[in-house]
């Protein structure tokens, strides 16, 4: 599944330095250099895919690196180490270990919390009275028997320790544990962090490393950019403006001091001075309405804004 969506990520142009990966921590090593006729890219470009872009996996933590006893005890380190001696084999007349079993302390831990649960059902069991009006015992239990199963989730819910696996405890069902992130640093995979449910605290152990030297941006970039005239064309403008505003006044004058003259009565001038008037706001909007954020400072400019529209 994962060498389909990669492949597609390749032919459709989304890997490379500006784009991070995150995908689950349960793939074998070099996985994305098996061979796969079901998708439609080389093992060279499934390569190129993987080793351009910044990827990132998510997993369980498969032995506890606290270095106090667990539950038992015993570390998780000497429990990982009494494992390995169990299976050790005979071999000309030595001793040789198997490789490591991956989930071994899941397992352990997983024993454990079945014994926690059914001791503390024992006590449990002597106080309740289920719905046909009797007790029952930790032995009568069936495969059959729904309130018997509720009563262990239930107490299951209580149950919490150190294990060797980390912190175990679970809710609804599911268990808490602790995750490590990952990065698939060439072909090694990389511990970068530790993330605890216990306490969600996500504790730093390596630097993630981004190809191309820089951090990819996590959200779309919002430039906000001030558009408006520039302030050569608005002196221009407000220039011409300014000289229009002081030839309107001279006329208006000129049509107030001479309107009973006979070449100026026979112009009408109440239709001069209402002309007037309106060039007059013509030419102070030009000068006024241009002061934008181009020309004045932000606050000032919305205030402007507010009140002239």
């Known amino acids: 599944m994962a060498r389909k969506i990669f492949c597609e990520a390749y032919i459709q142009d989304m890997t490379g330095p500006g784009y991070v990966w995150i995908i689950y921590g349960w793939y074998d090593n070099l996985w994305w250099l098996e061979k796969d006729n079901t998708i439609g890219c080389t093992v060279m470009e499934m390569d190129m895919a993987i080793s351009s872009a910044t990827i990132l996996t998510i997993g369980v933590v498969t032995l506890s690196s606290e270095e106090g006893p667990t539950i038992s005890g015993l570390t998780p380190q000497e429990l990982q ?9 005979p071999i000309n007349g030595g001793f040789t270990r198997t490789p490591e079993t ?9 024993a454990w919390a079945i014994a926690l649960v ?10 309740k009275v289920f719905s046909n009006g009797k007790k029952r015992r930790l032995e009568n239990f069936t495969y059959k028997d729904g309130e018997m199963a509720q009563m262990f989730l239930y107490l299951m819910k209580e149950i919490e320790f150190d294990g060797a696996s980390g912190y175990v405890a679970f809710k609804n069902g599911d268990r808490l544990g602790d995750l490590v992130i990952s990065q698939m640093q060439g072909n090694l995979t990389r511990h ?3 993330y605890s449910t216990q306490n969600e605290r996500l504790k730093w152990i390596n630097n993630i490393t981004w190809n191309g030297g820089f951090i990819p941006s996590d959200h779309t970039e919002i430039i906000k950019l001030r558009h408006g005239i520039g302030w050569r064309l608005y ?8 000289i229009g505003f002081m030839l309107a006044c001279f006329f208006g004058g000129f049509n107030v001091k001479y309107r009973k003259h ?3 009565k026979m112009s009408s001038p109440n239709l001069n001075s209402i002309i007037i008037i309106g060039s007059t706001f013509g030419y102070l909007s030009v000068i006024v ?6 020309v004045l400072f932000l606050e000032t400019a919305i ?7």
Do not use: H, P
Not at 118 to 127: A, D, H, P
Not at 289 to 294: E, Q, V, Y
């Open 289 to 294: 309405r241009g002061l934008d954020g181009t």
């Open 81 to 89: 180490s009494q494992f390995e001696d169990r299976l050790a084999w």
């Open 262 to 264: 006979s070449i100026v």
């Open 303 to 309: 205030t402007s804004c507010q009140v002239l529209y």
């Open 192 to 194: 970068i962090a530790l």
């Open 235 to 242: 002196t221009i403008m407000g220039a011409l403006a300014g």
């Open 118 to 127: 059914l001791n503390k059902s024992i006590e449990v069991l002597k106080e």
């Open 102 to 110: 991956t989930y071994s302390a899941y397992g352990y831990d997983t």
